[in-house]
T-cell receptor
Framework: DGGITQSPKYLFRKEGQNVTLSCEQN?????MYWYRQDPGQGLRLIYY???????QKGDIAEGYSVSREKKESFPLTVTSAQKNPTAFYLC????????FGQGTRLTVV | DAKTTQPPSMDCAEGRAANLPCNHS???????VYWYRQIHSQGPQYIIH???NNETNEMASLIITEDRKSSTLILPHATLRDTAVYYC???????????????FGQGTRLTINP
């Protein structure tokens, strides 16, 4: 089936550790996006990529990094520099990020 | 980017039509109105979008006023599974960097009551 797969669904990490969230799509989309959602809030854009080997910062890129070495993959690394990493992370692809994955809930303890 | 204003919450009885309003008074002529919904702890789900004509699909209908400053999403026969947060989004205008993103506000929390 075509779609966007985020893994894992739940992730726990110790404070100070970097962690990488996976996002894979088989929809042949050029554009991919990462959003962050905090409880009771809307989505905020972290990074986006419109083509392989290219990406741009979104509204809240500090403390995050991405890579886009393959069209189908857009991993997000939450670094130790991110002050409040605990959140729900959503990956999207397609024009305007129309298609979303089911999210990864990251908890830093 | 054009901003949207939605009521924070609404209630609707099961089986009735749910009408969700959205104001977007600063919308530009080439900007579309998109509607998404998000069920708790899941990714947003696309519902419908339109430019100036009314649109209908298997999920909902979208009514856009003639001046395009507001719109209404209609769920014709709401079910309990329609309980979710509904987002009205205006597509961000393109910048030189090509930031074709969707800007999500806080949406409307729709509760369908039995």
């Amino acid at each position: 089936d075509g779609g966007i797969t985020q893994s894992p669904k739940y992730l726990f990490r110790k404070e100070g550790q970097n962690v990488t969230l996976s996002c894979e799509q088989n929809l042949n989309h050029d554009a991919m996006y990462w959003y962050r959602q905090d409880p009771g809030q809307g989505l905020r854009l972290i990074y986006y990529s419109q083509i392989v080997n290219d990406f741009q910062k979104g509204d809240i890129a500090e403390g995050y990094s991405v890579s886009r070495e393959k069209k189908e993959s857009f991993p997000l690394t939450v670094t130790s520099a991110q002050k409040n990493p605990t959140a729900f992370y959503l990956c999207a692809s397609g024009t305007f990020g129309r298609f979303f994955g089911q999210g990864t809930r990251l908890t830093v303890v | 980017d054009a901003k949207t204003t939605q009521p924070p919450s609404m209630d609707c009885a099961e089986g009735r039509a749910a009408n969700l309003p959205c104001n977007h008074s600063t919308i530009s002529g080439n900007e579309y109105v998109y509607w998404y919904r998000q069920i708790h702890s899941q990714g947003p789900q696309y519902i419908i979008h339109g430019l100036k004509n009314n649109e209908t699909n298997e999920m909902a209908s979208l009514i856009i006023t003639e001046d395009r400053k507001s719109s209404t999403l209609i769920l014709p026969h709401a079910t309990l599974r329609d309980t979710a947060v509904y987002y009205c989004i205006v597509r961000a205008s393109g910048s030189s960097e090509g930031a074709q993103k969707l800007v999500f506000g806080q949406g409307t929390r729709l509760t369908i009551n039995p």
